[in-house]
């Protein structure tokens, strides 16, 4: 499951920075949706080849007056103790301060695992920084400078020792033709409704998955002769385990559920359009890759008039999603569920589905020269060659040189090509671009002139030396 970090501290010391630098990473990947919130106290940092985890900005504990009883504060320590790891930041500039101290207090009572993070150690000596903040007595300091993105790396290195060992329900996916699903949304929208009609079918096979750890649930059903694997929703939750208190909306719960499926199925409440929150759970899915099917839910309570009006505002509000397919559906009564599974096995169809070398470089070339992108300053960006790059979304290389001034819309044209001629649904497509000759081409062993020169003078140097 993905794990949670959470950045405390008083407020200006740059912990929204901070949040940006870890969260913001990929930023070359994930293109900013118009349509999608971001919610600014959550993200997912995603480290290249490290395990990725959800960062938590709790806002800053402010001074005496709210002091660390304040609701701010509150917020903020609830979400402190729900985390794995808490960064506890300070301003290197400003030194140490009264309420720096409370925090540490209030931390160390907690118990909650903690590093230090000196902030705003650029332009300064960071040992003497890390000093001043010695006689707080964390072992583990670490100055870095989140505007200008220094020591985040070793900051990184740091956090991923320290995250909770990956549980047995991680080992997920024994079964590859088990499709892992997560029906999310915010509060009220039907999740729990659906889930239980879902699992409450006849014809179906339902059984708790065992293995799975106190926090994430996973239910395994059949439905028309397919698995599926449902990840931990509100839904599940409650029903799997006795517990009476309603259950509240948790982001980092519903991220962590977004993480572990291949295809997040969204609510939306018909007669409530998209909102704010509704907004920032898509945009979580699509900064996550997954697959995603829009389930359009309590379509049974409207008039007919309704949803003209309903249909004409959702086309507009998730115009930045074309490639989703929406389902109408009533989880009271059971209808629209064929369709929406239908949906989920389509979009789990074209996210995991594999491509050849020979197939993806074909359609660039098609593509490319059906329309070459634009030439700025005299000179064209050129695509050479393209491999593909990883399923769940499916991600294609593209080789080529001056590709760093290929427009946004030219990406776009290449996505809509790709998914037009590989029949891609309900998935994300990503581009990688990458400078540079054909990768395969050393490997063959096709070596320039130069290089054959090279080598046949190194071998005659080795013969006379014998
Ligand atoms: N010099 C320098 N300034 C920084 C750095 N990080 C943040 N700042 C500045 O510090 C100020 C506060 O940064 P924020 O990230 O908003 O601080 P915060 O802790 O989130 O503040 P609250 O939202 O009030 O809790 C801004 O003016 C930032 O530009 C840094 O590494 N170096
Ligand atoms: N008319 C109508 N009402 C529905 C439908 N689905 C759910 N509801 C009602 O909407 C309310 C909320 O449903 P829940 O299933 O509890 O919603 P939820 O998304 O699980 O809510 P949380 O657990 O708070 O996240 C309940 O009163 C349901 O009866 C539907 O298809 N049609």
Redesign the pocket.
Known sequence: MLPSVALV?R?????????NALTRSRDALVHDEPGVTRDRHYGVCRPDGQRAFVVV?T??IAGEDQGLAGATARQARAAAEEADLVLF?VDG?EGVSALDEEILAWLRKSGRPMLLVV????GLDSRAALAEFARFGVADAHA?????RQGIGSLLEEIQGRLPEEGAAEVLDEDPDRIRVAFVGRPNVGKSTLVNRILGEERMIASDVPGTTRDSIAVDLERDGRKYRLIDTAGLRRKSRVEAAVEKFSIIKTLQAIEECQVAVILLDASEGVTEQDASVLGAVLDAGRALVIAINKWDGLSSYQREQTEALLSRRLAFVPWAESVRISALHGSGLRELFRAIHRAHASATRTFSTAEVTRALEIAYESSPPPAVRGHAPKLRFAHPGGANPPTFVVHGSRLRTLPDSYTRYLENFFRKRFKLVGTPVRFVFKEGENPYRGRKNVLTERQQARRKRLIRHARRGR
């Open positions: 501290g407020p200006n010391v740059g912990k929204s920075t901070l949040f900005d806002g800053g930041v500039r902030n705003k150690t650029d870095v400078s989140a505007s200008h």
